[in-house]
């Protein structure tokens, strides 16, 4: 018997493994799809909801109706979406979306305040429709993780609190105007900060920064940046690109000069430059046509231009200690070395600084209606018993 040569098939290893790639790839692209179809499904949604309804329970009657507000509102705007993409349609479904948010605004605003809190309460994260949160005064340390699904958040102000970390989420709000971290323990800012960019207004009062991630320059529509009473050497590079700029707070840092580059800031009007140590004013900030109020310390300024000083248009103000806060400060200097001395004088020197800065900004609100403003202000203490 004559045995037949048997033929077996051989393929190319690389073969079957691009065909295993392709397959790969479809299947996780299918995956992809579901998932993104899931988000969109109306059904995520309604399960959310139901959360909320399930949370009302324990909440206030107010705080209910309020609740029942919002998911009417959203139902509202579910149905009128359609409309919208029509046209004239959509303008009336707008105008009465607007209605409604007009009618609940009063009562989607979150206040907690008192040294007895050192965390969020856990039912906070089923209020994600508020808009505006108002914390104070807390020993809190940290922002929830949930931060990301308030969506419609536009004011978030937490000052006086013990916050040491701003989470990467905040990047998420994007609807937010307005943030203020004013007398926090924070050491740096996250460059996600950047992708709120519909934020107007950021104050960063009294904590221990000394630099802005550059990310921040896509701030374009920020027109308040106070970034007092941190440790800054030189003025962070992303607040020059800030074109749109109005007023700029870098009071209480460690300045020593200006950038020659400050005329970027065409749309600038206060610019708050004392309780550092600035020798002299470059001449660009001549160029600033809008500049209206510039405060500098008057103790250690040896060269300004000309311009400047005699533009009846600008109120500039010289800012002197007295003979007593000099002494004061040099000692503070050559206590610098014990740790635990300097410690205890910055908590001290924040709560001082804070009662300061409200004279400030009361005394310059009360240039602003004067055609004439003092050429030196002696600065004093102040105290008032009531």
Not at 179 to 207: A, F, I, K, Q, S
Not at 268 to 285: A, D, G, Q, T
Request: hydrophobic share 35%; glycine share 4%.
């Amino acid at each position: 018997m004559r045995l037949g040569r048997s033929s077996i098939p051989v393929y190319d290893v690389s073969v079957v493994r691009d065909l295993w790639e392709v397959r790969v790839k479809k299947h996780k692209q299918r995956q992809r799809n579901e998932k993104e179809r899931q988000q969109r499904s109306a059904l995520a949604k309604i399960n959310m909801q139901w959360q909320y309804r399930i949370q009302c329970r324990n909440l206030k009657i107010s705080e209910v109706e309020c609740l029942h507000h919002y998911l009417e509102r959203c139902a509202l705007q579910h149905l009128q979406r359609p409309q919208e993409d029509a046209g004239a349609a959509g303008a009336a479904g707008a105008a009465g979306a607007a209605v409604a948010d007009s009618e609940t605004d009063s009562r989607l605003v979150y206040r907690l305040d008192g040294e007895q809190w050192r965390e969020l309460p856990s039912e906070l994260q089923w209020m994600s429709y508020l808009r505006e949160w108002h914390i104070s005064s807390t020993r809190i340390h940290s922002l929830p993780d949930y931060l990301h699904l308030f969506s419609q958040l536009t004011v978030l102000r937490l000052p006086r609190n013990s916050i040491t970390e701003l989470p990467p989420e905040i990047g998420q709000l994007v609807r937010l105007k307005e943030l203020n971290v004013n007398y926090n323990c924070l050491p740096r800012v996250p460059p996600e900060l950047g992708d709120c960019e519909n934020l107007e207004r950021l104050e960063l009062t009294g904590n221990y920064l000394s630099k802005l991630p550059f990310e921040m320059s896509a701030l374009k529509a920020l027109l308040h940046l106070d970034v007092s009473q941190n440790t800054f050497a030189s003025i962070p590079i992303c607040a020059l690109r800030m074109y749109n700029l109005r007023l700029l707070d870098l009071s209480s840092n460690r300045l020593t000069d200006l950038p020659e580059d400050m005329d970027r800031l065409q749309q600038l009007h206060s610019l708050f430059l004392h309780k550092n140590s600035i020798s002299y004013l470059p001449h660009c900030l001549t160029k600033i046509s809008s500049l209206s109020i510039v405060v500098v310390n008057g103790d250690e300024l040896t060269c300004v231009p000309t311009r400047l000083c005699d533009n009846a248009d600008i109120k500039f103000i010289r800012l002197y200690d007295n003979a007593a806060s000099k002494v004061r400060k040099k000692e503070e200097k050559e206590e610098e070395g014990k740790e635990g001395w300097r410690r205890r004088r910055e908590l001290e020197e924040k709560r001082k600084d804070s009662k300061e800065k409200e004279f400030m900004e009361a005394y310059i609100d009360s240039l602003k209606d004067r055609d004439t403003t003092p050429y030196a202000t002696t600065k004093v203490s102040i105290s008032c018993l009531l």
